[in-house]
């Protein structure tokens, strides 16, 4: 069954807040942790990271930064993809979040492309094991847990739609049900902190954030997938805990997240890329909007 386009918002204490109470110092570039001291300011040759930052969500591009120490060496652009004014088609066809631009005008999109460019930056921290076994057994963790993430956006999805088809709910549910008992297993076993993990973070804490607005049967009501795991559950525990999520998890984006900002660095992506930029470039209507 195909998938319908993500829906993302931001928190309603952020939606309360007016503007200027959201723009950051500087050049206004949101942050989702305090820039290190001696850090550099937003600049050419910085990375941008498009993304949505969804309050109660743990992403997975933000914990990769920060765990291989590029943190800093991002600005991000909050994108809301269904609503008007925060188009990337310009800058990238599919209109998704993550996207990564880098200095030279050069956009990397989908989050296992963009987390694995990230590590690759790293010369000391790895979290893309080498090779043999552990490298595979890692991607296999990671597409478990990528796979979760996209079904459960497959379900919050087509809960918004009046009616919604039931039969989708019955297709993917016993597929996530699986998936966890699958996570169980392998959190009994896993030592460390690799990029299965990271994506393990990803697709639990947004499972979390739907079945908490409750989502139709079969799913039960109430669901906590915490209950019967017992390792998943202490290794969650344990790994909500790290600075890589602390960071960002369950915080207000504190910066600007207005569509003139997203449309400003989406016009510096495109100078990067040798493109004329009219001054007052008309961002192209996003593909779909939600209600």
Do not use: C
């Amino acid at each position: 069954m195909p998938a319908r386009v993500a829906r993302t918002a931001p928190s309603r204490a952020q939606a309360r807040k007016p503007a200027s109470a959201r723009a950051s110092a500087g050049r206004g570039v949101g942050r989702v942790a305090p820039r290190k001291k001696g850090a550099k300011k937003s600049g050419k040759n910085r990375m941008k990271l498009f993304y949505t930052p969804i309050h109660g969500f743990i992403h997975k591009a933000l914990v990769v930064a920060h765990e291989v120490g590029v943190i800093d060496k991002i600005d991000f652009v909050p994108i809301y993809p269904m609503r008007d004014g925060y188009s990337i088609a310009a800058i990238n066809p599919l209109h998704k979040v993550p996207s990564l631009a880098l200095a030279d005008g050069t956009v990397l999109y989908g989050s296992q492309v963009v987390v694995e460019y990230l590590d690759s930056l790293s010369k000391k921290k790895k979290l893309y094991p080498r090779s043999g076994p552990a490298r595979w057994d890692a991607l296999r963790r990671l597409a478990l847990a990528d796979t979760t993430f996209e079904s459960t956006v497959t379900l919050a999805l087509e809960k918004t739609e009046q009616p919604y088809r039931k039969s989708v709910f019955a297709w993917y549910w016993p597929k996530i049900e699986r998936a966890l008992d699958q996570m169980e297993a392998d959190a009994a076993v896993t030592k460390g902190f690799d990029i299965g993990h990271a994506g393990t973070l990803h697709a639990l804490s947004y499972l979390d954030r739907q079945v908490g607005k409750g989502l139709p049967a079969p799913v039960p009501k109430n669901y906590d997938w915490r209950e019967g795991r017992p390792h998943l559950k202490a290794w969650w525990d344990k790994a909500v805990k790290r600075p890589s999520v602390v960071a960002h998890f369950n915080k207000d984006y504190i910066g600007d997240d207005t569509p003139a900002f997203a449309q400003s660095h989406v016009a510096e992506v495109l100078r990067a890329q040798g493109k004329r930029v009219a001054l007052k470039r008309a961002p192209q209507p996003v593909d779909h909007h939600m209600g």
